[in-house]
């Protein structure tokens, strides 16, 4: 099986325009009661939303949502859409077990995101996170799939919601670090690339486990994953956790082979 790397297409908005070296604090109010994200008025700061069709971004700073006054879901009935960009120096703060829904058109790009104690498992995630590292202080409630892609990492304790597809690409990793069997919950994780990893952070969870456990929860390209086939389930040298890795599969390594051996009867053919 040829393993295809795929990034997710998302037609979202632009990037915001605007370029800052340092970013502000700025924080959730829910000024105007609607629960949106991207509308000035809801924050502390107004103009920070930019708009650019079909969707809107903001001005990266480091977003604190950590009361909501009216108990409406940060982000509305359909989800935050569009694209977040923190150009590497801005960041999303969520705590108190507030209640954030994203749509699976959502973009995070370039910088941190912290769902503080339960806000992870309160709120409905899905969408792409680019390049960004996603800490949650508990759980993580799935409602659509979510992308890993270009280095992200989330750390999480369990990654559950029912029956959705999440992908891991561009060396990226998703961190589990409770000790139970009901992790997933029916949700599946796809390798995309050979470089991403499942890294199990706490030392109880052994090999067999993990095996017997999460292994039908795995696929690559879409392939079931097949310990010694086209995933490896081992414990790194470094670090002692347990570790998720898709590797190439036996055939593709000998066709891979069969093709270095013959380029190179070519070459010395041509040097003749």
Not at 14 to 22: E, K, M, P, R
Not at 156 to 166: E, H, I, L, R, Y
Not at 180 to 191: E, W
Not at 230 to 254: H, K, M, R
Request: proline share 3%.
């Amino acid at each position: 099986m040829k393993l295809n790397i795929k990034i997710p297409l998302i037609f979202s908005a632009c990037l915001a325009c605007t370029s800052v070296a340092s970013a502000d604090t700025i924080t959730w109010t829910d000024g105007n009661n609607t629960g949106w994200f991207f509308q000035n008025g809801n924050w502390d700061v107004n103009d920070i939303v930019v708009k650019q069709d079909p969707n809107p971004s903001l001005v990266p700073h480091d977003l604190v949502i950590s009361s909501n006054p009216n108990n409406n879901i940060v982000g509305g009935n359909n989800g935050i859409q569009g694209t977040l960009d923190f150009q590497n120096v801005g960041s999303l703060n969520v705590s108190g077990g507030i209640h954030v829904k994203f749509a699976s058109t959502l973009t995070i790009k370039n910088g941190d995101v912290t769902f503080g104690n339960t806000t992870g498992s309160n709120s409905q995630l899905q969408g792409t996170f680019d390049n960004v590292d996603v800490y949650s202080g508990w759980g993580t409630n799935l409602i659509g799939g979510l992308n890993l892609i270009n280095g992200s990492t989330f750390s999480t304790t369990w990654f559950a919601g029912g029956n959705q597809v999440s992908t891991l690409d561009g060396g990226s990793t998703l961190t589990i670090r409770e000790d139970g069997s009901g992790t997933y919950n029916n949700n599946t994780v796809n390798f995309l690339d050979f470089d991403s990893t499942i890294v199990y952070s706490n030392t109880n969870r052994t090999i067999a486990e993990v095996s017997s456990q999460h292994l039908s929860s795995f696929t690559v390209d879409g392939e079931a994953a097949v310990v010694g086939d086209n995933v490896l389930i081992y414990t790194d040298s470094t670090t002692g956790f347990t570790t998720v890795q898709a590797i190439p599969e036996p055939q593709t390594l000998a066709l891979l082979g069969g093709l270095l051996a013959l380029t190179s009867v070519m070459l010395r053919r041509r040097t003749h």
